[in-house]
RNA sequence: GGUCCCAUCGUCUAGAGGCCUAGGACGUGGCCCUCUCAAGGCUAAAACACGGGUUCGAUUCCCGUUGGGACCGCCA
């Protein structure tokens, strides 16, 4: 560990892994790996109400996908009330924090004045000097914020930052059940774990002040701050539900594979020169935050997509074969529990994934090598299946009929043994005999559409297929 | 409303004062390859928000305007 980086990804347990997230966790994950320090995983989940153990192991399944691996942890907060609590209270104790009995209602109503009368909805310190508890009252704890002066944050990304003390709100550190909030979660957490840099979304930046006066309060050393800018919808709002998938187990099962997804991701405010493809083990030596853009950035599927693409093209056809089975049980391609050989199911492949920029269109397009029956496009079934193809299908079933041998070279011989016999291209005999075997006017070169589909399924198929067109009625 | 952040093709971005006739990528159009579709190759259209400075010279530095975003919770 050369210099003992540690940064963390503490997401709340409130939703699933989202897209915002899964690029804070690995911007947190590439520094870390970078600098050969630690990667913590924490969960923020002071919120009962609204923190769930489904949405932790959510969370944890998507890094785990994305290949996101932690060195310590993950942590929960709600394990360390009572290291927060000893906080709260030493901070009491010097005065640096107090009780305030305000109730929620006259708080909401003095917020609604404030801004309505264009003031500054912050709260109004009316029980800082408090010297007796308010009977029956359950009180909250408040920092107490300094109000003259400046706070500055000098953040790796957006560089130097001003805000003003005045600005700054003495925010509650602790509920009235007792239970602690974020913002002091957050500050005594990264101390307690020795956190050397926060890397986070920059709609944490306006709360970097507040926190930065809690780690003096407590006398400790603020650590590095690299606030990312945030990943914006089509309309530019901030990516939410309404624009669509943002989940990352949404794009697992719609296909996508875990390095394009983190391909992506990492461009989107990172950039190293003109290059666009990166492994992993490029994105960990190239990654640093001068090359870490300060716009926000609008989130691009059709560029992911391609990715994906590139991506598939990539793996090998025997990954891809495992990688697909789900999804052919999934599409109904094949049978649950459907024996389906591997070795020739990575041939299969192999002639569709370039085609191919999902594993669900990987394993649509399996469909006509798979199951037992072809169904005809109508289009397609009307311009190649009629009585102008049937001559060269019966020339073609006849051939190869008499053939064993059924690969793509020995193939190849029959359909130029044919073209050359009618004087036609091979468009003319390769489209019909598309069709009769695929349905569509769509596939892998036809020879091997026919080696991989053996003996058996292609003569079958261009026996149905001719005697769908039936005898001439002429 | 206040505070803060941001501003290069439709989108992601390169650009750290002259290398810019502004480069790459996605998407879009055309051509090539070709048994279809892809993949691949070539090619086209497409941007420095605006206004002031600073400078011999600004996409690049400063200020302002405009526009966008985030935050202002007993959420994180």
Not at 3 to 28: E, K, M, Q
Not at 44 to 59: G, L
Request: proline letters at 4%; aromatic letters at 10%; glycine letters at 8%.
């Amino acid at each position: 560990m050369s210099d003992n980086i540690r940064v963390r990804f503490a997401p709340s347990p409130t939703g699933f892994l989202h897209i915002g997230g899964a690029r804070t966790a690995l911007f947190n994950w590439l520094y870390a790996r970078h600098s050969d320090g630690a990667f913590i995983l924490r969960i923020e989940d002071t919120d009962r109400t609204r923190s769930t153990d489904e949405y932790i192991e959510a969370i944890i399944e998507g890094m785990e996908w994305l290949g996101l691996d932690w060195d310590e942890g993950p942590f929960r907060q709600t394990d360390r009330f009572d290291l927060y609590r000893s906080y709260v209270e030493k901070l009491v104790r010097e005065g640096k924090a107090y009780y305030c009995y305000c109730s929620p209602e006259e708080l909401e109503d003095r917020r609604r004045e404030a801004i309505a009368g264009g003031r500054l909805p912050k709260y109004d310190g009316r029980c800082r000097g408090l010297k007796e508890p308010v009977p029956g009252v359950s009180p909250v704890v408040r920092f107490l914020m300094p109000q003259a002066g400046q706070t500055v944050v000098d953040d790796l990304i957006k560089g130097k930052v001003v805000f003003e003390n005045a600005q700054l709100d003495d925010l509650i550190i602790m509920r009235s059940d007792g239970t602690p909030t974020y913002n002091l979660t957050v500050v005594v957490d990264d101390v307690d774990m020795g956190i050397t840099h926060v890397i986070r979304g920059d709609d944490h930046l306006n709360n970097t002040p507040k926190q930065v006066q809690i780690y003096r309060a407590l006398g400790y050393k603020v650590p590095g701050f690299a606030h990312l800018p945030m990943i914006l919808g089509a309309d530019k709002a901030r990516l939410s539900k309404r624009h669509g998938a943002t989940s990352v187990t949404a794009y697992r099962e719609m296909g996508y594979l875990p390095e394009a997804l983190i391909n992506y991701l990492v461009r989107l405010g990172w950039s190293y020169g003109d290059q666009e493809i990166f492994s992993r083990e490029e994105l960990i030596k190239y990654f640093s935050f001068e090359n870490v853009g300060r716009a926000a950035a609008v989130f691009n599927p059709e560029k992911l997509l391609w990715l994906n693409g590139q991506y598939i093209m990539r793996r090998s056809p025997e990954e891809l074969a495992d990688l697909v089975m789900p999804f052919l049980v999934r599409e109904k391609v094949a049978g649950e529990g459907q024996e389906i050989d591997r070795v020739w199911l990575s041939k299969a492949v192999a002639t569709l994934q370039e085609r191919s920029r999902t594993l669900v269109e990987l394993a649509q397009s399996l469909r006509y090598y798979i199951s037992e029956e072809v169904a005809y496009e109508e289009k397609a079934g009307v311009k190649f299946l009629n009585q102008k193809s049937l001559p060269l299908l019966s020339e073609l079933r006849e051939e190869l009929g008499k053939m064993t041998d059924f690969s793509a070279a020995e193939l190849e011989k029959v359909f130029t043994g044919i073209m050359e016999r009618r004087q036609i291209k091979l468009g003319a005999l390769a489209q019909p005999v598309r069709v009769a075997l695929t349905g569509g006017t769509v596939s892998p070169g036809i020879f091997e559409v026919i080696e991989i589909m053996g003996r058996e399924k292609t003569l079958k198929r261009l026996d149905k297929a001719i005697q769908s067109i039936g005898p001439d009625a002429a």
